[in-house]
């Protein structure tokens, strides 16, 4: 299937190298929306602004900067840390720390040497934040630099965490998982080359199982204690987004516009949903709630399927949908890219519930 949009095309082409043996110095050229929602209010980061947004009607509860400042560009979902703060990275090399209800800035962190496209992580042990420059930077909750530790290539994806093993899992764009001891950035195993970058934040299943697509077109599971392949599922083209786990099913996208899901025990394939019943690329990961999956494509389709392959709903938004969808009680809010629109709530139903522009 054709990618239709420049910017998905300037991706690719700048990810590329993630398709072959060198990986280094690669960056992204634009933004998409980063987006998360905590209890009434959904944060959205996008551009030179990061928005606080009433999530029951669509209404602005703050905006930072105020106005805005093009000296700035916002790429990554935002993260939310135990002890109340809004981080959030840009392109500008800087992690801001923001206070979540009135958007004053509470620090900046500004240390890393190129951008942040890696949401970072934050525990009740520190803040993890990952920097182009290859390196992920640890600071303590008060924004302090705690440890900083260099990976073989870049890191796209958010770190992701196992408190049993006080461990941190990472996707690098040099084909490699790795495990990090979190109290010092101390590799504790990497991975062998997976055949392919990991763009996605992998799953992680409650018996230590972890779950990635990659740019190699497969979906990989290894053991979450010492890395070990366990087994390798092909799907028809790359995929980006991380696979959703729930209870023994994997669900995943990829860049054909196939949707599928997977037995997690073994990789067999339950069933797959082909392109010519959807409509464009997936680009993030799936929502599920209950018995329905929710899922944006590049050509500017929400779609509702049940668990069993079937499409419920669709709805058009007119503009890619990349962030993946998210939960805000009843309703499904996705952010869409090249509309005026910049958050969408849908229903459950499908019906369009609000929408909230932002000012100029």
């Not at 700048?14 to 209890?39: F, H, Q, Y």
């Not at 602005?60 to 935002?78: G, L, V």
């Not at 500017?300 to 069993?308: K, N, P």
Request: proline content about 6%; hydrophobic content about 40%; overall charge negative.
């Amino acid at each position: 299937m054709k990618l239709k949009f420049l910017f998905l095309t300037t991706i690719l082409f700048v990810t590329a190298i993630a398709l072959s043996a060198c990986t280094g110095g690669a960056t992204v050229a634009s933004s998409w929306p980063g987006l998360i929602v905590d209890s009434d209010t959904a944060y959205v980061a996008y551009n030179q602004s990061v928005h606080a947004i009433n999530s029951a009607n669509g209404s602005q509860k703050w905006r930072y900067p105020a106005e805005p400042d093009n000296k700035i560009t916002f790429y990554s979902d935002p993260a939310l840390s135990p002890d109340g703060q809004l981080l959030v990275g840009s392109y500008n090399k800087v992690l801001f720390s923001l206070n979540p209800e009135t958007g004053l800035m509470n620090w900046e962190f500004t240390e890393g040497t190129n951008h942040y496209i890696a949401p970072p992580l934050a525990n009740d042990k520190g803040i993890y934040a990952p920097n182009t420059d290859d390196n992920v930077y640890a600071l303590n909750l008060d924004g302090t630099l705690a440890w900083t530790k260099t990976l073989d290539g870049e890191v796209w994806t958010k770190p992701l965490s196992d408190m049993d093993c006080e461990c941190l899992y990472l996707s690098t764009l040099d084909h490699y998982l790795v495990s990090l001891n979190p109290e010092d950035g101390s590799i504790i195993w990497q991975s062998e080359e997976l055949g392919g970058s990991v763009l996605g934040v992998p799953a992680l299943s409650a018996d230590k199982v972890l779950y990635a697509g990659t740019f190699g077109s497969e979906l990989i599971a290894l053991n979450a204690q010492n890395g070990e392949e366990l087994w390798r599922a092909s799907t028809d083209d790359m995929i980006w987004s991380g696979p959703t786990l729930v209870e023994d099913r994997l669900y995943v996208g990829d860049m054909t516009g196939n949707f599928y899901a997977f037995s997690a025990s073994d990789g067999s394939p339950i069933w797959k949903v082909t392109a010519d019943k959807l409509d464009g690329p997936i680009i993030g990961s799936s929502l599920v709630d209950g018995d329905t999956i929710y899922f944006g494509t590049e050509d500017g389709t929400l779609f509702a399927m049940d668990t069993s392959g079937n499409v419920k709903w669709k709805q058009t938004v007119g503009g890619p949908i990349y962030p993946t969808p998210r939960l805000a009680g009843d309703l499904i809010l996705v952010a869409p890219m090249k509309v005026d629109e910049l958050l969408i709530a849908f229903t459950k139903d499908g019906a369009r519930q609000w929408s909230f522009i932002p000012e100029k």
